[in-house]
């Protein structure tokens, strides 16, 4: 990891400048002189003008730095902050400096920051109320004035305004005199992107918050430590009632896949994660409990690992009895953590293929024992341990019902297929979980057939429910007669399969398994790694 300085190049308002940061003691030959330190790494990024108009500020970065040197081009260190009109040597004594975004293939050895998108352009959000707990413990970066109890911020002209005031963008830094309990109360935040739980919640959250103007909406972005992050994702992606165990894991998990890097489904916006299920959910401090805390602080710095790498530690609500293979719901190569693996105690029966439309139907009906089945925990009882924004419903065994005029209205709303009826959803190709990823869609218009394939297990859930469907591991029941009146959705589990499955891992810290013993059981193959501990931090 690159140490050193982080040194900014700035250019004239309104244009491109670059980041460099130093590791070693050569400047590049372009840059010929003596004593620099050599660029290991260049980015270009945004400049914009101060309040002030005076100087220029990079849009990332520790510390603000600012420049009265109109016209030329300034460096500043990013640690220190200090400034030169010309390119300087290292300044010694500054902190040793990451690119905030975290990078695939990085192995931190201290507690690193994170960017957090609380509020996404795709929300077209205009209007957003913060409360600072307790006042006066937050300040605005760009003008350097306290807040005292809250802020009320709309978009206007693609500018943020507030109190008389307006900025294309808005920095709230806590105090260094502040206590470590500050926080910010932020509503509303949208939860539940696209799925049939989405509401719009009140978060309060810790660190600073950068918040600006993206395509006519507010880009929200909340930087904070890793581990004080992490003690909000494993009370919003499940409840803190849960034992210790399952938090244990959750984090740990949770921790593995953000700083595995893989997917970064929003590197646009400069984002380690968002908020949401298409991440991982982080719903604020509102729900952390001393035990929750416990659970949380257990694991610190601790990761799986496979081999050298960290594990990309994927994780779904149910599997509903049996993971699934991680080929077969992402593209790219096998991969040997993630296996097709009965979520039981019991070892797989050879003889079982759920890949196979008969086997997978008796699976279902028979509903065989599993950790995230009611056999371990009771229906009743699972709204008790699960994330505020979870609906209570059957995770494990569920029925969905269509008519044919309301399959005809949802292919066409959600693929654009018009049929004028349609007479067979027909399943192709089934995962080891039994998880279809492919399935044929036959159908007749104005007297011809029609058929249209959806080719993956997302495109298939997306498709068959407005709100996303639970789950593709589903089999179809059709009323007999041509056209069919009704089609019948018999499913198992809730999401994608892949790796730990929650309400299993909660059924087995309830028949007392450690979380070692939980993470063995969904990522075989895997080691418990610490990279850093509070002391390294």
Known sequence: MPSGHLWKRFTPIGARCWIAWSSANAWPSSWSKPGRPHISGIRSVNVWPTRSSIGWMIRRGNTSSTTACSGKTAWFCRICGRPRCSVPALMPGCATIRSLMLKRGDIPRTEPRIRVGLVLPEDHQTTLHITFSPPRSYQIRETGIPVSESLSLTVEENRIRWEGASSDRLTLRRLPSASVDTSLRLHPVRAGRGFHWEKHIPIEVTGDLILSVVEGGMLVVNELPLEDYLMSVATSEMGAECPTALLEAQTIVARSWLLAAAEQKHRRWDLDACNDDCCQRYQGRGHITPHSRRGVLNTYGQVLMVGDEI????????CGGMTERFENVWPGPAQSCFRALPDSATPPDPALRLSQEQDFQRWWTEAPPSFCSPSYIPEPDLPRYLGSVDEAGSYFRWTLTYSQEELCRLLRDQLGLN?????????LKRGESGRLIRLAIRGVREGQPVRSVLESEYEIRRVLHRG???SSAFFVESTPEQPP?????????WGHGVGLCQIGALGMALAGYSSQDILR?????????????????
Not at 419 to 427: K, N, R, W
Request: include cysteine; aromatic fraction near 18%.
């Open 485 to 493: 009146s009704r089609f019948t959705l018999h499913g198992a589990g």
């Open 419 to 427: 049929v004028d009826f349609v007479e067979e959803l027909q399943p």
């Open 521 to 537: 059981h969904y990522y075989p193959g895997t080691e418990l790694s610490t990279l850093y501990t509070k002391d390294s931090s």
């Open 468 to 470: 996303f469907l639970y």
């Open 311 to 318: 594990c990309d530690a994927r994780y779904s609500k149910s």
